[in-house]
Each structure stands twice: as structure tokens, then as C-alpha cells.
């Protein structure tokens, strides 16, 4: 049986109502309950927000702490049966940490947060990364994974061939095999053309005889004219918006207060080219000091602690700057940033700014 959406939204704040009774002895009242888990304020001498992170719970600590700014409150417990330990560790980056609990059934024990997370090394395939880099695309390298973007848009990708000895479908470009690489002999690395999975499964099918180089260069001509000044609108530049300000901001460093950046992981890999998460660079500052950059476009209450995880990933003693449209730069993202151990800059950035994308190129 399907459940409707209000009868989910209702389920979520009884839910909530059970854990905050039987955990933290609080009776909520007014409890909103929302398609992703229910929140509610706790009153009492010291009030504190509580929330259920119950679907896209990885998401879940952002809108506590935006209601805790907005509620007046220091204190905050979320709830939540997956990603329990993400939260913990994301938590553990602000100055007033919110408790995180791991559900068991209808009570709950303190979360125990993840260790830092580790990045895999890419594969050493130089002449693929040149092939790329003479298609004209820019080259980024993400949790182990090389890709070649336009506009911060992926249209091509090292992946491994297959076995030697089976048909590989790789034509020009399919790669080679370093001595020095720790992977399987039997392994060989290729360029995949096309703009996500399904798309360059379609490519190879369609265009499996094609010169690599010239069939990157195709792809690549299509989404630049796509995601340039004045284009209309289309599925190509609607992707990936923060990807596409990253590719901007590496090229403009400056709009950043920064000397020079380069596209970095995010703690988690992302899902793929339709995903909204925000996109992270990493460089230095005009005189020197680490600094990372976390890029978001439109309002994301999740962007601060997804910014400090990003941090403690990829260098934790780095300073933290979240960049987005000044439209969405709204004041309770200002106050998430301040509640940070050490504290991250909002630079806010031209709301035309996909005028600019081109400019300095």
C-alpha cells in the first residue's frame, strides 16, 4: 500500500514525538512533520531543537541547525536511522555541536562518527590525460575518478577497459597498462564520451568507430554552446550549476580572494551530473595560505556542514570559504558559517555570473 504525502508527514512527527519522549524525556509539542523526517522546538529552561532525519538523512543536520539559529536555541538533537555517523562527524565541526543519535527501533544511543574519510588514487594513464587535455575540455580528478568537463559539465571519463584478451569497445585512447600501477594486470583504462552513464553507453553504441579525440571535441562543442552567455535554456545548462561556478571561479580565482584553485572531491561522491550538490575547489590564497572553496548555487540550508566536511576531508587546518550567488546568500547560511569551530568566509558572487563564464577563458 502507498501512503500519501500527508499521512507520511504524519508518521515522521509521531515518530519524532516517540523518540524525544523516550530519549530525552520531553513531550514535543507542535511538531512539524515533513516528507524527509519532522522537527519540532523543545521548550523548557533550555530549549533545543529536535529533529527526525528520516529520508535524505545526510541532509538533515543543515535545517535543524537553521531552525535552531531562527528558534534562538544553542541546543540540537537529530534522530536518524542511516548516515548517523556522517551527521556525528559533520556535527562535531560547529562550536555547539548537535547531539546525533543512532534510532534503535523506538529509542536511540549516541551516534558514533565516521573517521576522516580517505580519497583512492587515480590511475596513472598520462596519454589518456593528455588526450583529454588536447580535446580542450578541463580535466578534473574526483574520488579516484579523471574526467574531462566543459563548464564544469563531464563529457568524458577514464573508466577500466575490459580484461585483455575480451572485446574492450575502446578505440583510440583505450589506454595502457603501467608496470608501476598497483592494479590488476588484466586491466586497462579507456575514454568514455557522453554527458553521464546512460549517455555514454549511447555514445559508444552509436559512435563506436569514431576517433576519441574527435568525438570528445563533438561532445564538447555541443555543451559549450549550450552552457555559454545568452544560450537558451536547456537541459545542458541546467545541470551541474555549482560545477559550472566552480569551472568559473578556477579560471577567476580572484572572485574568491583567491590566487589560484583547482577542482577537489567532495567528502562523498557525487551521484552524477543531475545531482545539486555543491562542487569543491581547493588552492591557495593570494599570499599563500590553504584555502578551500565550497560552491553552491541556489539556497542550500546544507551547504555549511557539508563546507566543513569538505574541510576536514581534504585539509583541516585549511581555511573555509562557501562562494554562491548573492541571492542565495541568506543570512541564516551567514550565521550557520560563525557557529563553525573555525568559522567559514560567505563571499557572495555576481547573481549574472553565467555572464561571466566565458570571460579571461
Not at 533545543?48 to 531552525?67: S, W
Not at 546512460?198 to 554552446?225: N, Q, S, Y
Request: proline fraction near 8%; aromatic fraction near 4%.
Amino acid at each position: 500500500m502507498t501512503l500519501d504525502a500527508d499521512r507520511i508527514r504524519a508518521l515522521h512527527a509521531a515518530k519524532l514525538r516517540v523518540l524525544a519522549r523516550n530519549v530525552l524525556d520531553v513531550e514535543l509539542a507542535g511538531v512539524s512533520g515533513t516528507d524527509d523526517g519532522a522537527l519540532a522546538v523543545a521548550g523548557g529552561a533550555e530549549p533545543a531543537v529536535v529533529c527526525l532525519a528520516q529520508e535524505r538523512p545526510e541532509r538533515a543536520l543543515g535545517g535543524a541547525l537553521a531552525l535552531a539559529i531562527r528558534s534562538g536555541c544553542d541546543a540540537a538533537h537529530v534522530f536518524a536511522d542511516d548516515h548517523s555517523g556522517l551527521l556525528a562527524r559533520r556535527a562535531a565541526c560547529f562550536s555547539q555541536p548537535p547531539v546525533v543519535w543512532q534510532i534503535r527501533d523506538d529509542t536511540a544511543v549516541p551516534a558514533e562518527s565516521l573517521p576522516r574519510p580517505t580519497e583512492p588514487a587515480p590511475p596513472r594513464v598520462p596519454e589518456l590525460v593528455s588526450l583529454l587535455a588536447s580535446a580542450g575540455v578541463e580535466i578534473a580528478v574526483e574520488h579516484g575518478v579523471i574526467t574531462g568537463e566543459v563548464e564544469g559539465l563531464e563529457v568524458a571519463r577514464i573508466v577500466p577497459a575490459a580484461p585483455v584478451g575480451e572485446a574492450s569497445g575502446a578505440g583510440e585512447g583505450s589506454g595502457g597498462i603501467d608496470p608501476d600501477d598497483d592494479y590488476e594486470p588484466a586491466t586497462a583504462w579507456q575514454i568514455e564520451v557522453g554527458v553521464g552513464t546512460h549517455d555514454r553507453e549511447a555514445f559508444a553504441l552509436l559512435h563506436a568507430d569514431e576517433p576519441t579525440a574527435e568525438a570528445i571535441g563533438r561532445v564538447a562543442e555541443v555543451v559549450r554552446t549550450h552552457r555559454s552567455p545568452g544560450a537558451s535554456p536547456h537541459p545542458l545548462n541546467r545541470m551541474g550549476a555549482a560545477r559550472w561556478l566552480r569551472s568559473l571561479l578556477i579560471r577567476q580565482p580572484e572572485l574568491v580572494d583567491a590566487g589560484r584553485l583547482r577542482a577537489a572531491s567532495s567528502p562523498v561522491p557525487r551521484g552524477g551530473p543531475k545531482d545539486p550538490a555543491p562542487a569543491v575547489a581547493y588552492g591557495l590564497t593570494p599570499d599563500g595560505r590553504r584555502l578551500i572553496v565550497v560552491v553552491c548555487v541556489g539556497i542550500d540550508l546544507d551547504v555549511v556542514p557539508f563546507a566543513a566536511d569538505a574541510r576536514l576531508f581534504l585539509d583541516p587546518d585549511a581555511e573555509l570559504t562557501v562562494a554562491l550567488p548573492r541571492r542565495d546568500a541568506h543570512e541564516v547560511i551567514r550565521a550557520m558559517a560563525a557557529r563553525l569551530d573555525s568559522p567559514a568566509e560567505i563571499v557572495e558572487i555576481d547573481d549574472e555570473w553565467r555572464t561571466l563564464s566565458t570571460a579571461g577563458a
